[in-house]
């Protein structure tokens, strides 16, 4: 069955920098875009980014554009979302999700908390 | 960038009843809606996609229309289990996918 298993809650100071996993099983991980999608308190989705795992091009959301980097490690099945420049804004549950085309996220990982405090 | 409204925000609902969310895009995006459920603490679940499609294993009482711009989510004979927060998102123009800021179910 196909699973997306995520890193554990991480607490990071303002100003520091973030990297979350997402190791992917079950299914052909080349064969599917990946998605990081966040969440705050309390707010709905916000998306943040996409990967093609098969050559690793990205695109990001303009709002993230020069602090997030999406990559992938096809050896392991694991996506990587770094977050940089961190600020209590950032504070939110991220999530990566699997696109099974036209944009529909079908998968689900669990979830990672950041939590940005001084 | 494309901005999705849904209405209501939150919606007072009884076990039974039947209920209806929209959702609007500020431009039109064809088909290319889908509808999230979320609950507490859990990631969204994919429930509609192309705007009228019912994913595998979401019960029947679940249905989804519109096109363009306009769009519905409807659930009838409301059980417990449906007592979430629903998300509509946009897949037409990407980046970025967005979504609306959301429905609130709760038990009258």
């Known amino acids: 069955q196909v699973q997306l298993v995520q890193s554990g809650a991480e607490v990071k100071k303002p100003g520091a920098s973030v990297k979350v996993s997402c190791e992917a099983s079950?299914?052909?991980?080349?064969?599917?875009?990946m998605h990081w999608v966040r969440q705050a308190p309390g707010q709905g989705p916000e998306w943040m980014a996409i990967i093609n795992p098969s050559d690793g091009s990205t695109t990001y959301a303009q709002k993230f554009q020069g602090r997030v980097t999406m990559t992938r490690d096809t050896s392991t099945s694991t996506v990587y979302m770094e977050l940089r420049s961190l600020r209590s804004e950032d504070t939110a549950v991220y999530y990566c999700?699997?696109?099974?085309?036209?944009?529909?996220?079908?998968?689900w990982g669990q979830g990672t908390l950041v939590t940005v405090s001084s | 960038d494309i901005q999705m409204t849904q209405s209501p925000s939150s919606l007072s609902v009884s076990i039974g009843d039947r209920v209806t969310i929209t959702c609007r895009a500020s431009?039109?995006?064809?088909?290319?809606l889908n509808w999230y459920q979320q609950k507490p603490g859990k990631a969204p679940k994919l429930l509609i996609y192309?705007?009228?499609s019912l994913q595998s294993g979401v019960p029947s009482r679940v249905s989804g229309s519109g096109s363009g711009t306009d769009f519905t989510l409807t659930i009838t004979n409301l059980q417990p289990e449906d007592f979430a927060t629903y998300y509509c998102q946009q897949s037409y123009s990407t980046p970025p996918n967005t979504f609306g800021q959301g429905t609130k179910l709760e038990i009258k």
């Open positions: 079950g299914y052909t991980f080349t064969s599917f875009y």
């Open positions: 999700a699997r696109d099974r085309g036209r944009g529909q996220l079908d998968y």
């Open positions: 192309d705007a009228s």
């Open positions: 431009q039109s995006i064809s088909s290319y």
